[in-house]
């Protein structure tokens, strides 16, 4: 960059030397062996040139709007590149794509012809830097969302028998003062240690309390039946309630092993279902839809881990039956055939007959079977679909497990099949006896009395224990607002000055007469409490009429319904806001598991 100075000089060879020449006076300067300008700056100010020396002092605007303009420019290309990051985090996320995404040649080429100021990173870049730094974006914004609010918490484990690691999953899940539910992943965690109920606890109370959350503001957690998962809660101190979705799975999983027939039949299929994904048989099959003029879909295959897979595989195999008897006729004649037609390589033909050995014949009587059982599963998928779709709220718990036993006890008179109607006893048993321990669950009774589409329906409980419950929920209500009076452990002063001794006094009497001053507690446990219990009271009578006169349907938005009537209830607003926060179910957990893994490098 050339000096301010030489807008005033010029320079001149003079004698081979070179000089510098004032473009005012025309005097000639020598030039300094370090090259430094300091005699003509001396010049100026020694000849007078005053209005020369004048500009020369005076600050360039232009230097400071430069230096401005450089940082603008800087920032403007630091977040052009934390947003291209962002989008192709969230690119990424979408595909379902490993990291290994970052490092592929074409998306860099393209990346930088389009960006060609941009910095090109590799997946460490992304998985290091940007991931975590958007992951803890999240989080505050989360935390923000919380503030002081209780939340309910899905948590949910995984693990593959593989090199892979396993991971436990913490979702938050709060209602804000508009009765928005929000349901974020907070955390998942990497199991590095034995997967027991101490080591879950700590997992979990670490990653909220580095946050700045409570486990006080914890109302409930949704986990699955596991031992771990179960003791994880009681060291916590949370109350918790296994997910509906999985109860629904083990229910029926338990059902089907329990009855020899269905057990070998579904066998039977899965077998089928397999042969048919291979390319010989399924050729075969396909035919045969065309000619059936059926969907020539894969059948899919059951999954013993996911809700619903056997209905569905079941359901699929049932509407392909005259596809799939037509297909096994022709399998029948390969096994009698000893040439091999012209139009069969011979690696397909020897493939056709060995499944035409290993498969087992399927009756047409199995598919009567089928259907019937199809019958009874399909509540379950219908119910677990609702749930898995849906902002699942605990209080549809209750409700939807007794009317898939009505309607199951209904289905179980008009079944003819006698394997059928076996089933069905045994799976109405079941359900009944996983119905002790939801009725036990206060939460999900709560829950169900603050949500008016179900609230004093004599459907789900007699009209009795809903008068119980009422009491129960008062009592509810009056722990919480003491929850919410009283900030960290309560400063007990005493002032018997005998009882308060020096730290290393010896002389202690536990017999010494002390007194208590007024508390937060005892203050709010005299009048103010009984003018809040009535307060609730008179609530919960107009909240009742309300329900019974004007119940809304199942598939009515509660959310809104309590964003509408919420300054009629303001005591039960807020109860509902902590209530309405539990889902029924741990889907929004279990989705995690089909992104996590593959961001891990």
Same mark, same amino acid.
């Given at each position: 960059?050339?000096?301010?100075?030489?807008?005033?000089? #010029?320079v001149?060879?003079v004698n081979?030397e070179?000089m510098r020449k004032?473009l005012?006076?025309?005097?000639?300067?020598?030039?300094?062996q370090d090259?430094?300008?300091?005699?003509?700056?001396?010049?100026?100010k020694k000849?007078g040139?005053?209005?020369?020396? #004048?500009?020369y002092?005076?600050p360039e605007?232009n230097?400071?709007s430069d230096i401005r303009?450089?940082?603008s420019k800087?920032e403007q290309?630091?977040?052009?590149?934390w947003?291209?990051?962002?989008q %192709?985090?969230r690119?990424?996320v979408?595909?379902d794509?490993?990291?290994?995404?970052?490092?592929?040649?074409d998306l860099q080429?393209l990346?930088?012809?389009?960006?060609?100021?941009?910095?090109i990173h590799g997946?460490?870049?992304?998985?290091? =830097?940007v991931?975590?730094?958007?992951?803890?974006?999240?989080r505050?914004k989360?935390?923000?969302?919380?503030?002081q609010n209780k939340? &309910?918490?899905t948590?949910?484990g995984?693990?593959k028998?593989?090199?892979? @690691?396993?991971l436990?999953?913490?979702?938050?899940h709060?209602?804000?003062t508009?009765f928005e539910r929000f349901?974020?992943?907070?955390a998942t965690?990497? %199991?590095?240690?034995e997967?027991?109920?101490e080591e879950?606890?700590? %997992?979990?109370?670490n990653?909220l309390?580095?946050?700045g959350?409570?486990?006080?503001q914890?109302?409930?957690?949704?986990?699955d039946? &596991?031992?771990?998962?179960?003791?994880?809660?009681?060291?916590?101190e949370l109350?918790?309630f296994?997910?509906?979705a999985?109860?629904y799975?083990?229910?029926?999983? =338990?059902?089907?092993?329990?009855?020899?027939t269905?057990?070998?039949l579904?066998?039977v299929?899965?077998?089928?279902v397999?042969?048919?994904?291979?390319?010989?048989?399924?050729q075969i099959?396909k035919?045969?839809q065309?000619?059936?003029?059926?969907?020539t879909?894969?059948?899919?295959?059951d999954v013993?881990?996911r809700w619903?897979?056997t209905?569905m595989m079941?359901e699929?195999?049932?509407?392909?039956?005259s596809?799939?008897?037509?297909t096994?006729?022709e399998?029948?004649?390969v096994?009698?055939k000893?040439?091999?037609p012209p #139009?069969?390589?011979?690696?397909n033909w020897n493939?056709?007959?060995r499944?035409?050995k290993?498969?087992?014949l399927?009756k047409r009587?199995d598919f009567?079977?089928?259907g019937?059982?199809?019958?009874?599963?399909?509540?379950?998928?219908?119910e677990t679909c609702?749930?898995?779709?849906e902002q699942?709220?605990a209080?549809?718990?209750i409700?939807?497990l007794k009317k898939?036993?009505?309607a199951?006890q209904?289905m179980?008179i008009?079944?003819r099949?006698?394997e059928?109607?076996?089933?069905?006893?045994i799976l109405i =048993?079941?359900?009944?006896?996983?119905?002790?321990?939801v009725m036990d669950n206060?939460i999900?009774?709560?829950?169900?009395?603050?949500d008016?589409?179900?609230?004093y329906?004599?459907?789900?409980?007699?009209g009795f224990?809903?008068?119980?419950?009422?009491?129960d929920?008062?009592g509810?209500?009056?722990?919480d607002?003491?929850d919410?009076?009283i900030?960290g452990e309560?400063?007990?002063?005493?002032?018997? #000055?005998?009882?308060?001794?020096e730290?290393?006094?010896m002389?202690?009497d536990i017999?010494?007469?002390r007194t208590?001053? @007024?508390?937060?507690?005892?203050q709010f446990?005299?009048?103010?409490?009984?003018e809040?219990?009535l307060?609730?009271?008179?609530?919960?009578?107009?909240?009742?009429n309300n329900?019974?006169?004007n119940?809304?349907s199942?598939n009515d938005?509660i959310f809104?319904w309590?964003?509408?009537?919420q300054h009629?209830?303001?005591q039960l607003?807020?109860? &509902?806001r902590?209530?309405?926060?539990? @889902?029924?179910?741990s889907?929004?957990?279990?989705?995690t598991?089909?992104?996590?893994?593959?961001?891990?490098?």
């Amino acid at each position: 960059m050339v000096a301010k100075i030489w807008k005033f000089f #010029e320079v001149k060879i003079v004698n081979g030397e070179k000089m510098r020449k004032c473009l005012k006076c025309g005097d000639m300067l020598p030039t300094p062996q370090d090259h430094s300008t300091g005699n003509m700056i001396n010049h100026l100010k020694k000849k007078g040139h005053e209005k020369e020396l #004048e500009e020369y002092n005076k600050p360039e605007s232009n230097q400071a709007s430069d230096i401005r303009s450089h940082f603008s420019k800087n920032e403007q290309r630091i977040n052009e590149q934390w947003k291209l990051d962002q989008q %192709l985090v969230r690119i990424m996320v979408r595909q379902d794509a490993s990291t290994c995404f970052f490092d592929d040649p074409d998306l860099q080429n393209l990346r930088q012809n389009a960006y060609p100021n941009i910095q090109i990173h590799g997946h460490k870049y992304f998985t290091r =830097e940007v991931i975590p730094k958007m992951a803890k974006d999240i989080r505050e914004k989360i935390i923000k969302n919380i503030n002081q609010n209780k939340f &309910a918490i899905t948590s949910d484990g995984w693990q593959k028998p593989s090199k892979f @690691p396993a991971l436990l999953s913490v979702t938050i899940h709060v209602v804000n003062t508009e009765f928005e539910r929000f349901d974020d992943i907070f955390a998942t965690i990497v %199991l590095e240690n034995e997967h027991t109920g101490e080591e879950i606890a700590r %997992l979990i109370e670490n990653s909220l309390m580095e946050n700045g959350l409570q486990i006080g503001q914890i109302s409930a957690c949704v986990r699955d039946a &596991a031992k771990n998962m179960q003791k994880a809660c009681r060291l916590l101190e949370l109350e918790s309630f296994q997910c509906s979705a999985h109860l629904y799975h083990l229910a029926v999983t =338990e059902s089907l092993n329990s009855n020899e027939t269905i057990k070998n039949l579904i066998n039977v299929v899965r077998q089928w279902v397999g042969g048919t994904h291979r390319s010989n048989l399924a050729q075969i099959l396909k035919k045969y839809q065309q000619l059936e003029n059926l969907p020539t879909n894969r059948i899919p295959i059951d999954v013993v881990t996911r809700w619903g897979s056997t209905f569905m595989m079941l359901e699929a195999f049932n509407q392909m039956k005259s596809a799939l008897i037509k297909t096994q006729d022709e399998l029948k004649e390969v096994e009698f055939k000893n040439r091999k037609p012209p #139009e069969i390589s011979q690696n397909n033909w020897n493939n056709l007959k060995r499944l035409s050995k290993s498969l087992h014949l399927i009756k047409r009587e199995d598919f009567v079977i089928i259907g019937e059982l199809c019958r009874v599963l399909k509540i379950f998928h219908v119910e677990t679909c609702r749930l898995s779709e849906e902002q699942s709220i605990a209080s549809t718990y209750i409700p939807t497990l007794k009317k898939i036993l009505s309607a199951l006890q209904l289905m179980e008179i008009k079944i003819r099949c006698t394997e059928i109607k076996e089933f069905t006893k045994i799976l109405i =048993e079941n359900l009944k006896r996983r119905m002790i321990s939801v009725m036990d669950n206060q939460i999900l009774k709560l829950s169900m009395l603050i949500d008016p589409r179900f609230a004093y329906s004599e459907d789900y409980l007699h009209g009795f224990e809903w008068e119980e419950l009422e009491e129960d929920m008062i009592g509810f209500i009056l722990k919480d607002q003491k929850d919410d009076m009283i900030t960290g452990e309560m400063n007990v002063s005493y002032e018997n #000055e005998d009882y308060l001794q020096e730290e290393d006094s010896m002389d202690i009497d536990i017999w010494a007469q002390r007194t208590q001053s @007024p508390s937060t507690v005892s203050q709010f446990s005299t009048d103010s409490q009984k003018e809040i219990k009535l307060s609730i009271k008179a609530e919960l009578c107009l909240f009742k009429n309300n329900s019974l006169t004007n119940r809304p349907s199942r598939n009515d938005d509660i959310f809104a319904w309590w964003k509408k009537f919420q300054h009629g209830f303001p005591q039960l607003a807020q109860t &509902a806001r902590t209530l309405l926060a539990k @889902p029924a179910t741990s889907v929004s957990s279990e989705r995690t598991f089909s992104f996590a893994l593959t961001y891990i490098c």
